[in-house]
């Protein structure tokens, strides 16, 4: 499975042609580490129902950490990503 078939596969139909307009715009050389970059987020990425990688950050307004697996088996967890900008 090429690149295209490979987003073709993953992507929405309208996800697919904005992307392919999006990339269009762009010089050779970036358009292939853009290649690169999604193929390895769609090919890395966790399935639905696979564990989640366990990783730490800072907790806002502290010194503190929190690491994902802390909660495990504790209490279910709800990872919401997303820019408030």
């Given at each position: 499975?090429?690149?295209?078939?490979?987003?073709?596969?993953?992507?929405s139909?309208t996800?697919f042609a904005?992307?392919?307009?999006?990339?269009?715009?762009?010089?050779?050389?970036?358009?292939?580490?853009?290649?690169?970059f999604?193929?390895?987020?769609?090919?890395?990425?966790?399935?639905?129902?696979?564990?989640a990688?366990?990783?730490?950050?800072?907790?806002?307004?502290?010194?503190?950490?929190?690491?994902?697996?802390t909660?495990h088996?504790d209490?279910p967890?709800?990872?919401?990503f997303?820019?408030?900008?």
């Amino acid at each position: 499975m090429d690149f295209v078939e490979m987003l073709q596969k993953v992507l929405s139909p309208t996800d697919f042609a904005r992307m392919q307009a999006w990339m269009m715009g762009m010089e050779p050389a970036r358009q292939m580490e853009m290649m690169q970059f999604i193929t390895d987020r769609e090919t890395r990425a966790p399935a639905i129902g696979d564990p989640a990688p366990d990783f730490e950050l800072p907790r806002l307004g502290s010194d503190e950490r929190v690491r994902l697996s802390t909660f495990h088996g504790d209490q279910p967890v709800a990872l919401i990503f997303g820019s408030f900008t």
